[in-house]
């Protein structure tokens, strides 16, 4: 039965399919079609199916060739993973108040991409040299009062931390139990059952700005893909952290974002509440404009972070060009925006919303390859969660292939 071929999760699914497929009626069958299926060995793996349905001596039959696409869809997952916690550092270095607030959010945020059971971030003073730990999560209360929270680095100093401060390179413990680098905490990697870490300098523009470590415990390992996620993203998190180092405490920040002159994510936050309430009060609709660039991590990667903030500018200055007197723009993290509509349907907004992503278009091609995706939402179906609602909009733009606008 080639059913058993087929993963547990997905035989209902396809059997389905097929009885449709051999009744002739393969209209609303999608192609090629994806599921998981299992080697002879057990293994999982996903393939692609696309299937004709064919006449085979007076008989209807299915025709089809199956490929195995697992590491396409491994690789789709880590872009996926990229571009989620890309937006997450982004969200983080607007949102935070301090570095320990921010530290916080980077090491939450990884732990939506790999599972480890403790997370640290530390900061470098390179004048003091000195590190002092940040933040960090997964640390049992009584573990807490008994980790060190300020490291002197000194040549010589045999420490994973240290080590990575000297060195500027990354290190993978594989047994923190027997690790020269781990001597320090042998009794604590014994007592909370500590296996792995993976320790990583965090470099922005060649300066060391802190260290980063991951720990499992003995029922996980730190996989070689978790490891190459971590050295992806660390140059990311080095240059949040630079910011917001360069920038001091958050909390004197005006009414305005300093490099694109758009309303800030705080200004936002009171702006969206006082349109909450005049729905409430007098039924006022509205729409929100989600706005991510697409691309804009190649810029910064290709021509600086410098030409980076001129294209946010001429951005920012673009989606002003388009915004009537009641309407108002914010920078909402990284190069996400958002932008208020009120007294504005979802269907006029989507005008609004075409003529920004087509204007970008134009604006940015061929020489930067820029575009925009834009979810639009309004208050009818209830404004509780319309942010959230706005950016689910906006990310089934870029599934759908970016420069596109969405509806919900």
Request: hydrophobic fraction near 35%; glycine fraction near 6%; charge should be positive.
């Amino acid at each position: 039965d080639y059913l058993q071929l087929i993963h547990p999760d997905y035989r209902e699914m396809m059997e389905k399919m097929t009885k449709q497929a051999l009744k002739g009626n393969t209209q609303d069958l999608p192609s090629p079609l994806r599921f998981k299926a299992l080697r002879k060995n057990g293994e999982e793996i996903w393939v692609e199916n696309t299937p004709s349905v064919v006449n085979y001596r007076g008989k209807i039959a299915i025709l089809g060739s199956i490929k195995d696409v697992t590491e396409v869809v491994q690789l789709e997952e880590k872009v996926k993973n990229l571009g989620s916690f890309y937006r997450e550092i982004g969200r983080a270095v607007n949102w935070s108040k301090n570095l320990s607030e921010f530290s916080r959010r980077i090491l939450e945020a990884l732990r939506g991409v790999i599972d480890y059971d403790m997370g640290s971030l530390w900061i470098y003073y390179p004048q003091q040299e000195l590190l002092i730990n940040s933040a960090r999560i997964g640390y049992p209360e009584d573990l807490e009062k008994k980790i060190v929270k300020e490291q002197r680095v000194k040549e010589g100093e045999i420490k994973v931390e240290v080590y990575c401060v000297l060195t500027k390179k990354a290190i993978h413990i594989k047994d923190m139990k027997k690790h020269e680098f781990t001597e320090y905490m042998r009794k604590l990697c014994q007592e909370y059952d500590l296996f792995q870490m993976y320790a990583l300098p965090l470099i922005a523009k060649e300066e060391l700005e802190g260290v980063l470590e991951i720990m499992v415990k003995s029922d996980k390992i730190l996989s070689k893909g978790d490891r190459k996620f971590l050295d992806g993203v660390t140059e990311e998190v080095a240059g949040g952290l630079r910011k917001i180092k360069v920038e001091g405490e958050l909390q004197e920040l005006v009414r305005k974002d300093s490099l694109t002159g758009l309303y800030n994510y705080r200004h936002f936050c009171q702006k969206i509440e006082e349109q909450k309430s005049r729905k409430k009060r007098y039924g006022e609709i509205y729409s929100l404009l989600y706005i991510d660039v697409d691309g804009f991590k190649s810029i910064n990667d290709t021509y600086g972070h410098q030409e980076g903030d001129k294209v946010l500018q001429k951005l920012a200055k673009i989606l002003q060009d388009y915004l009537r007197k009641a309407d108002s723009a914010y920078r909402y993290g990284g190069e996400e925006f958002v932008i208020l509509l009120p007294y504005t349907s979802k269907e006029q907004a989507q005008g609004v919303a075409e003529r920004i992503r087509e204007k970008v278009y134009h604006s940015f091609y061929p020489h930067y390859r820029i575009t925009v995706s834009i979810g639009v939402v309004d208050s009818r179906e209830g404004d509780k969660d319309i942010v959230g609602r706005a950016d689910e909009a906006m990310y089934r733009a870029k599934r759908k292939g970016k420069n596109r606008v969405e509806v919900s």
